[in-house]
């Protein structure tokens, strides 16, 4: 009951990771309140601090001196006075600038929980500069919000960096690591990681494998020129794409089974960015909640599924013949005795390819969905791009057969399109967090081995250094001068280095296969009276719109 309280209590500060999130936060850039936000991210708010203080004397009282909390009003009090003596200088010294941070809490009552981190990251950046560090209640972190760190900590000293910290809701989810995104580095978890990337590529040009843009074609027309939500018919297109590349089912729009998959999906997103506190303290794990139990309720539906389709595929697996990434998995597990420790598969147990297959859905279908609705939204914003797009797919395509991968080096404005929207809103607007593997330095400040790193591509994607007009959309400054592609180098939607994206050409893949057969085939317009789809979003898991109709207008294909 006690401890319960203490919770209470600290739920009502932010806990700013993109995977402890502060919740459902629907954002605000580019507004004046933004700017002004600032100033108030970096000052301790004293009313939140005054009513912390007060709220543990009162708990501290109610519990007969608990040694625990007479050792929080201890630690704040002689914190708070530490401050006085030390400065939060943000230039002081040459050490990395820090946030001022007390015991326990760390600088978390300097943050505030109205902004979503990678925007409040970016506040914090405008006072302390690219490169700063805070504590995560008791955790050194380093945050980082420039293109030429994040390219030392992913690229020149990926490595070092390619650690992942300890978290509880993960641990929960990936059976203590047998997955790749939250699996720390080790030889096992790279031959793994090798493993699912080339089995990605039995997707290749197989467009086969992506029939689900007819059904999703078909679902959108089938509005019959009213207004439609496209998030849903989306979300479900991309979920059954990742069916087909995991097990090998493709489901009908009403199966149930899909709809199965769907549900446990989104339940896990939902509870997943509501577990943040036990994320930051791992012994409140012991206490009820809410959120742990939904999302146990979630894994355990999830994993029931996903046994099944093992137990399937390994009774029904021929030699020769892989159908998925679930038999590309079975076969390379070493068979007792067949193999050496060094083989790939090698160590690859029945958790290994359940937590990987489970990541597929969990890491490939947000993400992609969200960013097809994101470029949407855009497009309804700006008609002129939509129909730049739908001019080079009829010149390069035309509208007598359906586009293929192969096209895609025809259609530069296409990509420049998509590029734009990985750009504007980054799905992952904060990578999963990094941890050092070793001693190591940023920027020539020393590391020690084990500090969290996160890395804020929010505010590298909208750095005005190096884009103009970071806040617009302008597909062309993907394009040089004479329509040929161009990659800045501060443009990074899928990370680098060792811990890059491993779904990245499946995902590239899907966007521009789904995005090109929409255009294609149809157009989007806003119905009459409606709002534009709002352009700021709100953070779950991954940042995305919030839900917006249009109008599918079809456009003439000539039958072949
Ligand atoms: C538009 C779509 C996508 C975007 C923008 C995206 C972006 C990212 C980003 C930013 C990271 C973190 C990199 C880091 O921590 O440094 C990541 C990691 C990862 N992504 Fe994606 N992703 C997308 C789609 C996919 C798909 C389709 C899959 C699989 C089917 C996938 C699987 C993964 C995995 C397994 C990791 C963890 C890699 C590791 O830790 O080694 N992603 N992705």
């Known amino acids: 009951m006690l401890l319960k309280k203490v919770a209470s209590i600290l739920t009502g500060f932010a806990v700013p990771c993109p995977f402890l999130n502060f919740g459902n936060c629907t954002l605000k850039t580019g507004s004046p309140a933004d700017v002004a936000w600032g100033r108030s991210a970096i000052s301790l708010n004293w009313q939140t601090a005054v009513s912390l203080v007060s709220s543990l004397f009162s708990l501290l009282l109610s519990s007969l001196f608990s040694p625990w909390l007479v050792v929080m009003v201890m630690a704040c009090l002689v914190l708070l006075a530490r401050r006085r003596i030390a400065p939060d200088s943000p230039h ?146 991309v979920t059954n794409v990742v069916c087909t590349l995991v097990f090998s089912s493709t489901y009908r729009r009403d199966d149930p089974e899909l709809a199965q998959v769907m549900e446990y999906n989104d339940g896990i997103v939902e509870t ?166 070793c001693d190591s330095s940023i920027g020539g400040h020393s590391i020690s081995c084990g500090t969290r790193v996160l890395i804020n591509m929010w505010a590298i994607h909208h750095d005005p250094q190096h884009w103009d007009q970071p806040d617009l959309f302008k597909p062309e400054r993907f394009l040089d001068d004479q329509g040929r592609r161009v990659t800045p180098p501060c443009f990074l939607p899928f990370g680098a280095g060792p811990r890059v994206c491993v779904g990245e050409s499946l995902a590239r893949m899907e966007l521009i296969l789904f995005l090109s057969s929409l255009l294609q085939r149809m157009s989007f317009q806003l119905p009459e009276g409606a709002p534009p789809p709002d352009l700021q979003g709100r953070v779950g898991v991954v940042l995305q719109p919030l839900p917006y109709k249009v109008l599918v207008i079809p456009r003439e294909m000539c039958q072949t």
Request: glycine share 8%.
């Open 92 to 237: 002081h010294q040459g050490a990395m600038p820090c946030l001022p941070h007390l015991p326990l809490l760390g600088s978390l009552p300097w943050l505030s929980p109205h902004l979503p981190p990678h925007l409040l990251f970016t506040q914090l950046s405008h006072r302390y500069g690219p490169l700063y560090s805070l504590y995560m209640g008791p955790h050194y972190t380093v945050v980082i919000n420039d293109q030429h760190h994040a390219r030392e900590v992913l690229l020149k000293r990926g490595r070092e960096f390619a650690g992942r910290p300890y978290m509880v809701t993960t641990d929960l989810l990936t059976r203590g690591g047998k997955d790749i995104a939250f699996s720390d580095f080790s030889p096992l978890w790279k031959s793994h990681r090798r493993l699912v990337h080339s089995s990605f590529t039995l997707f290749g040009e197989g467009t086969h494998k992506l029939q689900d843009i007819d059904s999703l074609c078909e679902e959108l027309q089938a509005s019959g020129g009213g207004p439609v939500d496209p998030g849903p018919a989306v979300s479900r297109a």
């Open 272 to 437: 997943i960015t509501r577990g943040g506190l036990v994320d930051i303290y791992p012994c409140l794990k012991v206490f009820p909640s809410e959120a742990l139990s939904k999302l146990k309720e979630c894994i355990s539906v999830r994993d029931q599924l996903l046994t099944r389709k093992l137990e399937e595929h390994k009774a029904s697996m021929r030699e020769g013949d892989t159908r998925d990434l679930l038999d590309a998995l079975i076969q390379a597990q070493a068979p007792r005795g067949q193999r050496s420790a060094q083989q790939e598969g090698a160590g690859l147990t029945d958790d290994h390819i359940l937590m990987t297959a489970a990541e597929t859905f969990g890491a490939g279908v947000e993400t992609t969905s969200t960013t097809l609705l994101w470029i949407l939204a855009y497009l309804i914003h700006h008609p002129q791009v939509q129909e730049r797009v739908q001019k080079e797919l009829d010149e390069v395509v035309g509208r007598g057969r359906g586009v293929c991968l192969s096209d895609r080096a025809h259609l530069p404005y296409l990509d420049s399109v998509i590029n734009e929207g990985l750009r504007i809103r980054p799905v992952s607007p904060v990578l999963i967090p990094h941890t050092a593997l």
